[in-house]
T-cell receptor, first 112, second 114 residues
């Protein structure tokens, strides 16, 4: 059974701090995606990583795909209050295309 | 601008009633998905469709059904609502057939079954 475990579940920090959240699995994934979800809205895709060891940057956000393609991390530099939200990692489910399995998410609160 | 909408945004119903949640997308995407989101579980796939007249069961399909009569709509029906189906439901769509395609999500429907 494919599972994605995210840690930590909750993170509360001050503006300007750095943070890293993790997405881990015992299964190999061909790709992993990170979504951000704000209260009352649906998730929005931030990035897709497809190659083991790949690093992608999106302004202050850095995403890394593990060499073995079983894990990924999201690092935020100098967090801002606008970064507050639920961060979800997702990977393709076997047995069909474009079906996703999601982790339970990391809920981030950035305080001024 | 293309979008994906869900209605109603909030619904309260009673155990045993049939409920239908609407999902409408103007992206002209072939792929559409229904997920439910519960605390501690993330999003779980209920049903999905790769085109008109195509429907498939996801990992938590018991008690739910879908039909796809056109490209734009994928309504989700709870045949006999149960309290365990209290959740937030999200519809999504995507364009391509690759594994790493972007899914575009609607704003969600919060369903409470009393």
């Amino acid at each position: 059974t494919q599972l994605l475990e995210q840690s930590p579940q909750f993170l509360s920090i001050q503006e300007g701090e750095n943070l890293t959240v993790y997405c881990n699995s015992s299964s190999v994934f061909s790709s992993l995606q990170w979504y951000r979800q704000e209260p009352g809205e649906g998730p929005v895709l931030l990035v897709t990583v497809v190659t083991g060891g790949e690093v992608k940057k999106l302004k202050r956000l850095t995403f890394q795909f593990g060499d073995a393609r079983k894990d990924s991390s999201l690092h935020i530099t100098a967090a801002q209050t606008g970064d507050t939200g639920l961060y979800l990692c997702a990977g393709p489910l076997s047995g069909g295309y474009n079906k996703l399995i999601f982790g339970a998410g990391t809920r981030l609160a950035v305080h001024p | 601008d293309a979008e994906i909408t869900q209605s109603p945004r909030h619904k309260i119903t009673e155990t045993g009633r049939q409920v239908t949640l609407a999902c409408h997308q103007t992206w002209n995407h072939n792929n559409m998905f229904w997920y439910r989101q519960d605390l501690g579980h993330g999003l779980r796939l209920i049903h999905y469709s790769y085109g008109v007249q195509d429907t498939n069961k996801g990992e938590v399909s018991d008690g739910y059904s879908v039909s796809r009569s056109n490209t734009e709509d994928l309504p989700l029906t709870l045949e006999s609502a149960a309290s365990s189906q209290t959740s937030v439901y999200f519809c999504a769509s995507s364009e391509y057939q690759g594994e790493a395609d972007t899914q575009y999500f609607g704003p969600g429907t919060r369903l409470t079954v009393l």
